[in-house]
């Protein structure tokens, strides 16, 4: 089966930085997703990860390190659009599971 | 414009009378996928599908039907809806090339009302 954990909610103030965590424990491992989803609209593809390491994507950068089952989403000089809920993901062969979702909210 | 068309929007029906929400997508991709997004739970996969005529069970299939006779249609059915199905659900596609089916194009979403 697969369990993937990340925090409920956090909040920011603009301008600064954030990171959601992910951590996942799942029967088989072929990528790790972030998604960005506003609310009453639908997820948009943000980033993945494969390999160890970090993946930069102008102000956001996603981690994984698959020895630990982590991951993390950071998210730079924070702007108000930036209010949205997060999705961590992991690909097993070609079955995409999500966790529950970040909601992060920035305040001015 | 690239996009995941899913039809109808918004739907009240009510138990047993069968429905059908179609998804269509104009990318070419192979790879389609049905989700159903309820609070506190996130997006959870209803069924897949690899290509046409290639189907299989996500996570939560109890009380749904799918089928792929074509490459840009995935239509999802309820065969007798019951209230434990109002959910907003969402079709999405990839292509299927091993880490590319994790990078999905979603349709705005269907939200269905089973009383």
């Known amino acids: 089966g697969q369990n993937i954990d990340q925090p409920t909610e956090m909040t920011a103030t603009e301008g600064a930085i954030v990171q959601i965590n992910c951590t996942y424990q799942?029967?088989?491992?072929?990528?790790l997703f972030w998604y960005q989803q506003h609310a009453g609209e639908a997820p948009t593809f943000l980033s993945y990860?494969?390999?160890?390491g970090l993946e930069e994507k102008g102000r956001f950068s996603s981690f994984l390190s698959r020895s630990k089952g982590y991951s993390y989403l950071l998210l730079k000089e924070l702007q108000m659009k930036d209010s949205a809920s997060y999705l961590c993901a992991v690909l097993n062969d070609y079955k995409l599971s999500f966790g529950a979702g970040t909601t992060v909210t920035v305040r001015a | 414009e690239a996009q995941v068309t899913q039809n109808p929007r918004y739907l009240i029906t009510v138990t047993g009378k069968k429905l059908t929400v179609t998804c269509s997508q104009n990318?070419?991709?192979?790879?389609m996928s049905w989700y159903r997004q309820d609070p506190g739970l996130g997006l959870r996969q209803i069924y897949y599908?690899?290509?046409?005529?290639?189907?299989d069970k996500g996570d939560v299939p109890e009380g749904y039907k799918v089928s792929r006779k074509e490459k840009r249609n995935f239509p999802l059915i309820l065969e007798s809806p019951s209230p434990n199905q109002t959910s907003l659900y969402f079709c999405?596609?990839?292509?299927?090339?091993?880490?590319?089916?994790?990078?999905?194009?979603f349709g705005e979403g269907s939200r269905l009302t089973v009383l």
């Open positions: 799942t029967s088989g491992f072929n990528g």
């Open positions: 999405a596609s990839s292509l299927s090339k091993f880490t590319r089916a994790g990078e999905l194009f």
């Open positions: 599908s690899m290509n046409v005529e290639v189907t």
């Open positions: 990860n494969v390999l160890d």
């Open positions: 990318m070419n991709h192979e790879y």
